[in-house]
């Protein structure tokens, strides 16, 4: 009885070790799907990534392109002694109170920057009497200071917007997944639904990674845009005050 039994073990482990797919036949039922076992157990490359995300991905490479080139251009305009510089604005009230409109008509139009736009604006309507100058410098500085909450704006657009493309992205791909999961055979259901979350993932990851930079780069612009409204309305104000008395 007891050989009977060794007997019938044997040959049960000898079955069912034939009946284990090997590990060469696992890497030719999945190839369609993946390139190799290691390369699931090494995981994906950055560049895979992003292919894996597909068109969106490249809007979402745009928008970060978009994003640098604007946190480059705020770094190189928003600088307060270039917008709003001190010398050159003690340098225009002292022309102004010696009543010395054309120099001071000429200094302005050899500078770019906020007060010199703001005085040509209040000397060129100076003629029409005290109130009108005033009016036009006053508008003057408002559309100058809005143009500089303009051109920072575009960062708190790409922060808003990026993480909805990529929302967008991963719910696609979870379309996607669902659908290859109902035409495809029970045996890579479970594969196909990880690997369709995986890359409906990416673009989630990468909305995200456009955003928060941008995000945080707007918050530090925000609070140099406030300084120099501060600084462009205390200067303006001496000014005004300035050209009213002459």
């Known amino acids: 009885m007891k050989k009977r039994y060794v007997i019938i073990s044997i040959v049960l482990a000898v079955s069912l070790y034939c009946l284990m797919p090997s590990h060469a036949t696992i890497n030719t039922e999945l190839q369609p799907y993946i390139d190799s076992v290691d390369q699931v ?36 305009t928003l600088q307060k002694t270039k917008l709003a510089p001190d010398d050159f604005t003690e340098d225009i009230m002292q022309k102004l109170s010696g009543k010395k409109h054309k120099i001071a008509e000429e200094l302005c139009r050899s500078q770019n920057n906020i007060i010199s736009k703001i005085v040509l604006a209040g ?27 303009q051109n920072i704006s575009y960062l708190s657009d790409i922060a808003m917007v990026s993480p909805m493309i990529g929302l967008l992205g991963t719910v696609l791909g979870m379309i996607q997944a669902f659908n290859v999961i109902a035409f495809q055979t029970a045996v890579v259901k479970p594969m196909l639904l990880a690997g369709g979350v995986s890359k409906a993932m990416v673009t989630t990851a990468g909305g995200l990674i456009v955003a928060i930079p941008a ?5 530090y612009f925000r609070g140099k845009v406030q300084e120099i409204s501060n600084v462009v309305e205390s200067h303006s104000s001496d000014i005004l005050k300035m050209m009213e008395e002459v």
């Open 41 to 76: 157990q090494k995981g994906m490359t950055l560049w895979q990534l992003i292919k894996t995300g597909g068109f969106i991905m490249v809007v979402l490479g745009g928008m970060s392109i978009a994003a640098i080139a604007s946190i480059i251009f705020n770094f190189m």
């Open 215 to 219: 995000m945080i780069f707007y918050s």
């Open 123 to 149: 000397l060129s309507k100076k003629i029409k009497g005290a109130v009108v100058a005033r009016e036009a410098a006053e508008t003057c500085a408002r559309k100058e200071v809005a143009n500089l909450w």
